[in-house]
């Protein structure tokens, strides 16, 4: 408990010079408008608002916020690509804005460049590149990537870690975590948003990103997964050489996926290319449930073959059968128009409280559904869409479900692309063949037997250590309710913040 006071009280010290770049970029005029939040909570945002908000500060909520958070450094920068995941909490506009936040900052001298992979591989620099770019092809808030050939004349991308990148990483993760759970403290109504939840996925995500052996590792898993899938290529990783603070892969040459004139001028068929990523974000997601989670442009190029090549794989998403399930019955009473169905999965799942009249939640996904069902890209905003959905969670009080965050920013951002890409696509119509066939072949009778029997031998399994488990807790005194602490420092937390804000002003 103490460890954790301490970490608490360390991250809360910080929140002074935080809210001053918060409020000077004119972000804490918008979080006044979040509803969910305390009322006298949104009025002191609006008086701090008035009083500190820079003449320069941008109207635009998404671009205010991203400036703010480039300015505070590369964990915000990573906090706010994954708080876009979260468009139920800051709505579906700003969240679209924060997926494309630029993860852009200047990259470290060359000579620290190679310095580092003398290091990671034990050796001169000489002894396993033939040739080492000093200039980085891409400098981001975790890493910074450059062109090299390996002796063996293969073409590839070495990505180095950021000095020190760890121990910063630690400090704002601490800080997010604290920050979340004064936030339930303070608006009750939160709660059911899994704060923390989220932001302990955020910090499991962040974890991965900084060993980039679990990248590669997600590279070959990927890789295996799609090897018989046309259109689409994963490239290879040098697992030899390749640690914990270097990762080195193929060097693919390209256009990005956006680059529709390139691409046109080139000889592609933009049709072809839009079908391929369709079929391998239905396959990522529910054929395999494993899928690249960090989709924007720029990662994603089209060879001159034609073929699909995705990178940078720090950040991959994952959803067990019954999750799939789920989601694939969803779309499919969908596709149907069934709203009455897509009612009944979402009681089914525990997602209604208990009080909720399921035919009035059927008539108000009708009422946002119908209108859409069978546009083209071009004619539909998911933008919208969504906006209209978190307002219906909101108001039925639908309980978030954190597995389907990453999935949902991985929506959004292929929506973008794919509006970019081939505005004329009927998305609906691309994956209904897809769905039926996933359903046919995995959703049958005979699958999910399977699934029973391996649900019950696992069970089975832990069946002794769950019953030693539960008469251990038996034998356990009552825990004392928890301190009451964590409101006295979220209210000290608030008095340093209004202090800075006025010190700051004169």
Request: hydrophobic share 45%; proline share 5%; charged share 20%.
């Amino acid at each position: 408990m103490a460890k954790r006071s301490l970490s608490m009280i360390r991250a809360l010290m910080r929140l002074p010079h935080i809210a001053w770049h918060l409020g000077r970029a004119g972000v804490l005029g918008h979080v006044a408008q979040i509803t969910l939040l305390p009322s006298w909570l949104r009025h002191c945002c609006q008086l701090l608002d008035r009083a500190v908000r820079s003449k320069s500060a941008v109207n635009d909520a998404g671009g205010a916020l991203c400036q703010a958070l480039v300015r505070l450094g590369p964990g915000f920068i990573k906090f706010g690509q994954a708080l876009s995941t979260r468009a139920d909490l800051i709505g579906p506009e700003l969240g679209q804005s924060l997926t494309m936040l630029q993860d852009r900052l200047p990259p470290f001298a060359a000579a620290r460049a190679r310095q580092m992979v003398a290091k990671q591989i034990g050796h001169p620099i000489e002894t396993l590149f033939s040739q080492f770019n000093d200039e980085a092809v891409a400098a981001a808030s975790i890493a910074q990537v450059h062109r090299a050939t390996l002796c063996d004349g293969r073409e590839v991308a070495v990505k180095l870690l950021r000095p020190d990148i760890e121990k910063h990483m630690l400090a704002d993760t601490a800080l997010f975590y604290s920050l979340a759970q004064i936030l339930q403290w303070l608006a009750p109504g939160l709660r059911r948003l899994h704060l923390v939840t989220a932001v302990i996925q955020f910090k499991q995500l962040s974890e991965m990103e900084l060993d980039l052996r679990l990248e590669a590792a997600a590279a070959g898993r990927l890789a295996d997964n799609m090897r018989d899938d046309d259109g689409i290529y994963v490239p290879w990783v040098d697992l030899e050489n390749s640690t914990k603070g270097m990762l080195i892969i193929e060097w693919i040459d390209g256009i990005r996926i956006d680059d529709v004139d390139r691409l046109t001028n080139a000889g592609h068929d933009i049709g072809k290319i839009t079908e391929y990523a369709a079929r391998s974000f239905f396959n990522q997601v529910f054929r395999d449930g494993y899928f690249h989670a960090d989709m924007h442009p720029g990662n994603i190029f089209v060879r001159a073959d034609g073929t699909l090549v995705p990178i940078d794989f720090g950040i991959m998403g994952y959803l067990d059968f019954q999750d799939r399930l789920f989601l694939a019955r969803l779309l499919s009473a969908m596709l149907d128009r069934d709203y009455d169905m897509v009612a009944k999965l979402h009681k089914d799942a525990g997602m209604l409280g208990a009080g909720v009249s399921i035919h009035q939640f059927s008539q108000s996904v009708r009422a946002v559904a119908d209108p859409v069902m069978g546009k083209p890209l071009g004619d539909v905003s998911l933008g919208v869409v969504l906006g209209q959905i978190f307002q219906l969670a909101t108001r039925f009080e639908i309980e978030v479900q954190p597995q389907y965050n990453l999935l949902q920013k991985t929506m959004m951002m292929a929506e973008g692309v794919a509006r970019q890409l081939n505005p004329q696509a009927d998305m609906w119509q691309l994956s209904r063949p897809m769905a039926e066939s996933w359903m046919r072949h995995e959703a049958g009778v005979k699958k999910r037997a399977e699934q029973l029997v391996d649900e019950m031998m696992q069970i089975m399994a832990r069946l002794p250590k769950l019953l030693s488990d539960f008469e251990a807790a038996q034998q356990r005194p009552v825990a004392p309710p928890p301190p009451t602490w964590p409101g006295r420092v979220a209210l000290l937390a608030l008095l340093l913040v209004i202090a800075s804000f006025f010190t700051n002003i004169h």
